[in-house]
């Protein structure tokens, strides 16, 4: 397939998958599986030097890990303006209070889903990637 259409695809998946999970990138993590097997299937096909196939397989990885977090970017940015708003309710916010204090764990959250959910994904479509390697070298 052509990358162009690929790209496509995975841009209108992750999207889809961002919208299941209501904002929450649950669904765009276990998404980095089949990406990971995916990215190592390709690239294995063309090329046959491992460091080459590795390094590929980090870019094409961080440009996945990129864009969901420019998608949680675009969600939870606007969301986290409640915090300069003196009398927002943060405990009826609707999420889960993982912290002691209500704004505490709306700071915490935001945190979660901006930075700490891509770096999920990252890993696991490194992980993936190099488990379906194993798997070929087994071959």
Avoid: H
């Avoid at 052509?2 to 276990?30: A, E, Q």
């Amino acid at each position: 397939m052509n990358k162009k259409i690929i790209i496509v695809v995975y841009v209108f998946l992750d999207l889809i998958f961002v919208g299941i999970g209501m904002g929450v990138p649950f669904f765009c993590i276990l998404f980095g599986l089949p990406v990971g097997w995916y990215l190592s299937k390709r690239l294995t096909l063309s090329k046959k030097d491992l460091g080459n196939i590795l390094n590929e397989i980090l870019k094409y990885a961080l440009y996945t890990s990129l864009f969901t977090f420019i998608l949680m970017l675009g969600v939870w940015v606007p969301v986290s303006t409640m915090l300069l708003d003196p009398g927002a309710d943060f405990a009826n916010f609707g999420i889960p209070m993982i912290l002691y204090d209500s704004k505490i764990s709306f700071i915490g959250w935001i945190f979660l889903m901006i930075f700490i959910s891509p770096f999920l994904q990252l890993l696991t479509t490194i992980f993936a990637s190099n488990v379906t390697l194993w798997r070929l070298s087994k071959k």
